[in-house]
């Protein structure tokens, strides 16, 4: 079955760099694209960078110029750069598939920006 694991996220202080990865396995994950999301306290889930599976991306405003997603089809893994990092990217970072009705997610992991 589709299985999705996220790891690297921590608590780091207002400028500071994180690199999520999240593991995929039990699909051809050089097939699909990726995507990475995230939801804060209080509020609805967003995108915030997706890779095609020909390795096209594209960025919330938000976070373009800041977020660097990419994927090695080799690890079965998509990866999340995040530089200058602000409180307000506070939130739980998800991962996603566009497998199934609903797509696939993994459990998450948080990321907390706090001096």
């Known amino acids: 079955q589709v299985q999705l694991v996220e790891s690297g996220g921590g608590l780091v202080q207002p400028g500071g760099s994180l690199r999520l990865s999240c593991a995929a396995s039990?699909?051809?994950?050089?097939?699909?694209?990726m995507n990475w999301y995230r939801q804060a306290p209080g509020k609805e889930r967003e995108l915030v960078a997706a890779?095609?599976?020909?390795?096209?991306?594209s960025y919330a405003d938000s976070v373009k110029g800041r977020f660097t997603i990419s994927r090695d089809n080799g690890k079965s893994t998509v990866y999340l750069q995040m530089n200058r990092l602000k409180p307000g990217d506070t939130a739980v970072y998800y991962c996603?598939?566009?497998?199934?009705?609903?797509?696939?997610w993994g459990q998450g992991t948080q990321v907390t920006v706090s001096s």
């Open positions: 890779i095609t599976s020909t390795g096209g991306r």
């Open positions: 996603k598939a566009p497998i199934g009705l609903f797509g696939s």
């Open positions: 039990g699909f051809t994950f050089s097939s699909y694209a």
